[in-house]
């Protein structure tokens, strides 16, 4: 129900719930979620919220820790994502969900989802980034701490995701109504168009097209792949690659990969003319 007109309500009568996550890394497949956090607003005040740690498959780096301040000892007893994720979807509800730089938070939350086999809320998303994009001005950027200053917001402990779901919401509320906007309609306008939990689906890209469930399958079972790629320095000739993940955004979906090289590389799907499975 892919339909902006579904929301054609004001804002400040719907919930609108602001959601966070911190993780062990940057890809949803090979990494972790170790910490969710969701805020429930109606009018622009919090009416409930909802936070809790994850226990991820493998101990954490101490980069991702430095970054978050989430340690080890301190998931050690924490639930798996499996224990958490229906009453994470159930505290969303009807809500319209907004995260900052959402895609990312989308990109994790849909492929659990998806693997407990719960089904992908059918509201529309915000993302706070791009609406204080087109709202915001005279900043460096638009991360979230940048805003938090610039707008004087009380945005508490840095990438604690409850904390920074709190300063999205506040993000989103200062620029809605900055901009005077009454309806859910307009407010979207303010972004551009509408995200959607569904385009998150990996399930729903599998069955789209046999690349991406080739990559997906080579993904999950750990094994190489043979890909054609319409694009850098061996256009068009096979290479070998060993999969980490899939990662899908609004600007383009992208398989990231290993060659061979120190770092990983994206390639793009758009690009990824065949992909097949090494055993």
């Known amino acids: 129900m892919k339909d902006q007109s579904v929301m054609p309500v004001n804002w400040m009568d719907h919930p609108i719930v602001a959601i966070d996550t911190e993780t062990s890394g940057q ?4 990494d972790d979620l170790c910490e969710i956090a969701a805020v429930k607003t109606v009018g622009g005040q919090v009416v409930d919220t909802y936070q809790s740690l994850v226990k991820p ?7 991702i820790i430095s ?11 924490a639930p798996k994502i499996d224990e958490v994720l229906q009453d994470f979807i159930s505290f969303i509800g009807d809500g319209v969900c907004v995260g900052h730089h959402s895609p990312f938070d989308l990109g994790f939350l849909s492929y659990d989802l ?3 086999k719960i089904s ?11 609406v204080s994009r087109n709202v915001i001005k005279g900043t460096a950027n638009h991360k979230l701490q940048t805003l938090v200053e610039h707008l004087g917001i009380d945005g508490g402990q840095a990438h604690r995701a409850l904390d920074d779901a709190k300063a999205c919401a506040e993000v989103l509320f200062h620029c809605l109504r900055d901009k005077e906007v009454n309806t859910f309609e307009e407010a979207f306008s303010l972004q551009g168009s509408p995200l959607w ?8 890209k599998m069955l789209q097209s046999q ?12 094994k190489d792949l043979e890909i054609i790629y319409n694009g850098g320095s061996q256009k068009g000739k096979k290479r070998q690659v060993k999969p980490i993940s899939v990662v899908i955004t609004p600007s383009g979906d992208f398989l990231v990969a290993s060659d061979g090289g120190e ?5 793009y799907m758009q690009k990824l003319m065949e992909a097949e499975m090494l055993l």
Request: aromatic content about 14%.
């Open 263 to 267: 770092e990983p590389k994206r390639f």
């Open 120 to 130: 992908l809320p059918d509201a529309p998303v915000f993302c706070s980034s791009l």
């Open 211 to 222: 690349v991406w469930k080739t990559l997906v399958e080579a993904i999950e079972s750990g």
């Open 57 to 63: 498959r493998h101990k954490m780096s101490d980069f």
């Open 197 to 204: 939990w569904q385009d998150f689906s990996i399930a729903g």
């Open 27 to 30: 890809y949803p497949f090979r």
């Open 67 to 77: 970054i978050h301040g989430i340690t080890n000892e301190m998931v050690k007893e």
């Open 114 to 116: 998806e693997k407990q």
